[in-house]
């Protein structure tokens, strides 16, 4: 069984080349994204969370942590914290809470609106904040904001990402440059930072086809990635702000899409020796911060 957004739940986004499907319900995810009539990203099947079905999308935010934390386990100072498992079948904390749970309209219009959801502190996340969150069609692009709120008495660990899925064929091509990589792919845990090789390295913008496997952090970007495609002549660029030094790129075999997903810290940060270092935050009560990503159509 899959979830689906019902058409209550439903915001359409439009301007003369775009189109965006947002869904409320279903985590403050996107369900399309259309530029011209052809989908940029595309969606695919999101993990069941215990209890829930499986659903679809191509984008969803991250908050208030990216990727994976080993085991759902990590400590913040003299707080041990041990999070509910939250996919199906996995012992580990993915993608944070904010895929999963319900976002409200706070403003719209015909090109973009804002999305909130607030958290109260449980057993497993002992803190209280507030998700915040607009999609809007400027121009020639789409401009994503993600921003998190402390709204309890203590700091709170924290981090933000977006997590957009791109569209793929045999001519895609994906290209930026990074100065490291993070050793370890899906199936462990990373904890040393290396050199880019040849394998990881898209600096000249190779073939996406030719990376299927990739599944890994980097850091040291330039917050700055080409994705063109040889068979259409259609080129996008990604663009994040200074608060996302690092980025995730996962290639799935045999798939129609890609992952290119811009982020605050790596990948289990919070278990690292530093998790500061790492990119993990530790937010002060009542203090706010955010993440921006435009996508841009640079084809005429």
Same mark, same amino acid.
Not at 98 to 109: K, L, R, Y
Not at 127 to 148: C, H, K, N, P
Not at 198 to 222: I, S, Y
């Given at each position: 069984m899959t979830l689906a957004a019902s058409a209550d739940d439903r915001l359409e986004l439009a301007s003369d080349r775009w189109r965006l499907v947002v869904a409320t319900s279903q985590g403050g995810s996107l369900l399309a994204c259309e530029h011209d009539g052809l989908p940029v990203l595309r969606s695919a099947a999101l993990p069941a969370a215990p209890g829930r079905p499986a659903a679809s999308a191509c984008y969803f935010?991250?908050?208030p942590f990216s990727n994976r934390i080993e085991n759902g386990r990590f400590r913040f100072g003299a707080t041990s914290v041990r999070l509910a498992p939250n996919? !199906?079948?996995s012992s580990? *904390?993915?993608?944070g809470h904010g895929w999963q749970a319900d976002w409200q309209v706070t !403003?719209?219009? #015909? *090109?973009s609106c804002a999305l909130s959801f607030r958290r !109260?502190?449980?057993?497993? %996340?002992p803190w209280?904040?507030?998700g915040l969150q607009t999609l809007a069609i400027a121009g020639d692009a789409v401009r994503f904001t993600l921003a998190i709120e402390n709204l309890g008495a203590a700091p709170m660990p924290c981090g933000l990402g977006f997590h957009p899925y791109f569209a793929r064929t045999a001519g895609t091509r994906l290209e930026f440059k990074a100065e490291r990589a993070w050793e370890g792919g899906a199936d462990s845990f990373p904890t040393a930072r290396v050199a880019v090789t !040849?394998?990881?390295?898209?600096? +000249? #913008?190779?073939?996406?086809?030719?990376?299927?496997?990739?599944?890994?952090?980097?850091? #040291? %970007?330039?917050?700055? *990635?080409?994705?063109?495609?040889?068979h259409s002549r259609r080129t996008f660029v990604l663009e994040s702000s200074e608060a996302t030094p690092f980025v995730i790129v996962y290639v799935p075999a045999d798939a129609d899409y890609f992952c290119v997903e811009p982020v605050t810290h790596a990948v289990n940060a919070m278990?690292? *020796? +530093?998790?500061?270092a790492a990119g993990w935050w530790a937010l002060a009560p009542g203090a706010s911060r955010s993440i921006e990503m435009t996508i841009r159509c640079a084809t005429p």
């Amino acid at each position: 069984m899959t979830l689906a957004a019902s058409a209550d739940d439903r915001l359409e986004l439009a301007s003369d080349r775009w189109r965006l499907v947002v869904a409320t319900s279903q985590g403050g995810s996107l369900l399309a994204c259309e530029h011209d009539g052809l989908p940029v990203l595309r969606s695919a099947a999101l993990p069941a969370a215990p209890g829930r079905p499986a659903a679809s999308a191509c984008y969803f935010p991250l908050i208030p942590f990216s990727n994976r934390i080993e085991n759902g386990r990590f400590r913040f100072g003299a707080t041990s914290v041990r999070l509910a498992p939250n996919v !199906a079948g996995s012992s580990h *904390a993915l993608h944070g809470h904010g895929w999963q749970a319900d976002w409200q309209v706070t !403003a719209q219009d #015909g *090109a973009s609106c804002a999305l909130s959801f607030r958290r !109260a502190p449980t057993p497993d %996340w002992p803190w209280d904040y507030r998700g915040l969150q607009t999609l809007a069609i400027a121009g020639d692009a789409v401009r994503f904001t993600l921003a998190i709120e402390n709204l309890g008495a203590a700091p709170m660990p924290c981090g933000l990402g977006f997590h957009p899925y791109f569209a793929r064929t045999a001519g895609t091509r994906l290209e930026f440059k990074a100065e490291r990589a993070w050793e370890g792919g899906a199936d462990s845990f990373p904890t040393a930072r290396v050199a880019v090789t !040849a394998p990881l390295c898209f600096g +000249d #913008g190779p073939l996406v086809v030719e990376r299927q496997g990739t599944d890994h952090c980097f850091d #040291g %970007w330039t917050r700055r *990635a080409t994705i063109r495609d040889d068979h259409s002549r259609r080129t996008f660029v990604l663009e994040s702000s200074e608060a996302t030094p690092f980025v995730i790129v996962y290639v799935p075999a045999d798939a129609d899409y890609f992952c290119v997903e811009p982020v605050t810290h790596a990948v289990n940060a919070m278990n690292l *020796a +530093d998790p500061a270092a790492a990119g993990w935050w530790a937010l002060a009560p009542g203090a706010s911060r955010s993440i921006e990503m435009t996508i841009r159509c640079a084809t005429p």
